[in-house]
């Protein structure tokens, strides 16, 4: 003020004094910049905010009546976690400087902080959705988790709580895991990027390392503590990873970019077991219960097939007995029409009719008997046969099975159907036995009585057959010979007598 | 030897492959998809599988080992040495 007063009496005194437009800005300058404090902190909007090429910003921070034109350096830009735009309310630091080749006062921002809530959530938000609108969160790029890891990465300090926290909680659930550490800074300076390169590092030499799923982690602290995983060098890393990753970053209440950008997330590091592994108890049930189910439904397979022989062998039998059936029927036709034929009408019939008839009837005896002979004897030998070979041949698959399953568990079941297969064996063959035997004496019956219908048995007692030598037919009456012609008559056996007709 | 290439096969699954082909197997031979002498060779498999199981299960060592990172240096150096 002092300065200011001196100033203006030195101009009264020299009235004549002509300024170049330097001096006056250079005036100015040094009369604004040594009146005001070196420092202000301003409030105010963000508007105009324009990032040059050369990488400081420059923008307006303006409230109801006024505007005061801010700049940036781009060395106190990259120090703001969150970015600036326009609308927002920030509490900015700096000093007021006199650009003089303009003639323009500036405020010179070197930190800003938004105004309401704290710079790293509003930094936080902000990422967050633009990572959304990158797509970085989609569930269509999350990957699967294995759902029995055997080798696990996890990516942590090698001196926090964490690493044991996450170590035990998977080591407690699944045992059979491997587990790879692979130390990383979680907090401070540059520990994002550690980690990116870790991610990236392990993807590249995964076909050596074989990991199957890593965990990214560390305990709880503050938002700064946990500022790594908010970082977006770290999400593009686990977004790239071809490993699926499962965040186990802080308390259950802290939600980090590094949390949305994973394939899966635990709430906390103690948790990551439970996401990354199966319960061991759980698993070994399983196996039990596949176990049950293989060997119960192998019972189940040879109980079926056991039936399935149980059932062949019954249509079996039934097609032997109705074979039998049908034979012994078409027998007993025949005996029967053979048996209206009788005897002496026979005798009455022509010599040729009689003999016809003779050779006819004889013929289809023969044929009938000759076949149901043959068809027996074929079934017979056949028919044992089949079953035989059929038996042999599931025993000797049961048997096979039997060697090969008795290193196993399941023997005393397998023994058990065996022994009743083998009965069921026997069993068959003896009814088929009985059967052909029953039916084989009972076609000797039919023969024999068949035997006892032959017209010509009636020779036997004591009947004959005369035919005129000369004209071949049977002699009924006496006109039927002349005297002195020779007779031929048939006895018993085919034996024939020739007479001469001496009177009639 | 089909049998022996047979089992070290199995030997060679992952835990997963192997209680997948498990319960494939047990699914199959249970909707009768298999015919009795092969759901014998197949009972047969999903036993080997299960031992299989169980001793992956058995080899728990509760270890942890440590990736190098001066490793990983080292390795990159070298793949990037025809450059």
């Known amino acids: ?504 | 030897m089909a049998n022996t290439k047979k089992k070290d096969d199995i030997s060679k699954l992952s835990f997963e492959d192997a209680i997948k082909e498990l319960s494939s197997i047990v699914g199959k031979i249970e909707q009768g998809e298999i015919p009795l002498q092969d759901s014998l060779t197949q009972y047969e498999r999903g036993m080997a599988l299960i031992k299989h199981c169980q001793t992956i299960l058995k080899k728990a060592e509760m270890r942890i080992e440590k990736i190098s990172e001066s490793e990983a240096k080292t390795q990159q150096e070298t793949e990037d040495i025809p450059f």
């Open chain 1, 1 to 504: 003020m002092g300065n200011f007063a001196l100033i203006i009496s030195s101009d009264m005194q020299n009235r004549a004094k002509i300024y170049t437009v330097s001096q006056v800005n250079s005036l100015i300058k040094e009369v604004l910049e040594n009146n005001l404090p070196s420092r202000l902190t301003v409030t105010g909007e963000v508007t105009n905010w324009t990032i040059a090429r050369s990488g400081h910003a420059y923008f307006d921070l303006k409230d109801e009546n006024a505007l005061l034109p801010c700049v940036c350096w781009r060395s106190s830009l990259s120090k703001i976690k969150f970015e600036p735009e326009n609308g927002l309310a920030v509490i900015a630091k700096g000093h007021i400087e006199v650009y003089s080749p303009h003639g323009k006062y500036q405020f010179y921002a070197d930190s800003m902080q938004p105004a309401g809530i704290g710079a790293l959530q509003l930094a936080f938000e902000q990422m967050v959705k633009r990572l959304r609108e990158q797509g970085l969160f989609d569930d269509a790029h999350k990957k699967p988790l294995p759902q029995y890891p055997q080798r696990i990465g996890i990516l942590t300090s090698e001196s926090g709580a964490a690493v044991h926290d996450i170590t035990d909680s998977i080591h407690n659930r699944w045992p059979p895991a491997r587990l790879f550490l692979y130390p990383v800074p979680v907090q401070g300076e540059g520990a994002a990027e550690q980690i990116a390169v870790a991610i990236r590092d392990i993807n590249k030499r995964n076909k050596e390392l074989k990991l199957d799923v890593l965990i990214v982690g560390r305990g709880g602290g503050s938002l700064e503590d946990l500022w790594a995983f908010n970082e977006e060098v770290l999400a593009r890393a686990i977004f790239d990873s071809k490993i699926p990753i499962i965040s186990a970053v802080g308390h259950e209440i802290d939600t980090t970019i590094a949390d949305l950008v994973a394939d899966a997330r635990a709430s906390t590091p103690t948790k990551a077991g439970v996401v990354a592994v199966p319960d061991m108890q759980e698993v070994l049930e399983n196996i039990e219960n596949l176990n049950k189910r293989l060997t119960s439904q192998l019972s189940f397979v040879l109980y079926s097939a056991e039936q399935q022989s149980d059932e062949l062998s019954i249509r079996l039998e039934n097609s032997v007995k109705h074979l039998l059936a049908d034979t012994r029927n078409r027998l007993y036709a025949v005996a029967e029409q053979i048996r209206k034929i009788e005897p002496h009408r026979l005798l009455a019939m022509k010599t040729v009719g009689l003999n016809n008839l003779h050779n006819r009837a004889d013929l289809l005896v023969r044929n009938i008997l000759n076949n149901s002979q043959k068809q027996l004897m074929g079934v017979e030998k056949q028919l044992p046969e089949m079953m035989k070979e059929m038996l042999i041949k599931k025993r000797w698959r049961m048997s096979l099975s039997f060697q090969k399953v008795m290193g196993i568990k399941p023997r005393q079941v397998i023994s058990q159907r065996i022994v009743e297969l083998s009965n069921l064996r026997n069993r068959t063959s003896l009814g088929i036995g009985v059967v052909l035997n029953k039916q084989r004496m009972r076609l000797t019956g039919i023969e024999n009585r068949l035997a006892g219908l032959n017209p010509k048995a009636v020779l036997k007692r004591g009947y004959s057959i005369t035919i005129n030598k000369k004209t071949g037919s049977l002699v009924r009456c006496p006109k039927d010979v002349q005297i002195g012609e020779l007779l031929n008559t048939e006895l018993a056996d085919e034996k024939y007598i020739e007479s001469k007709v001496t009177k009639k």
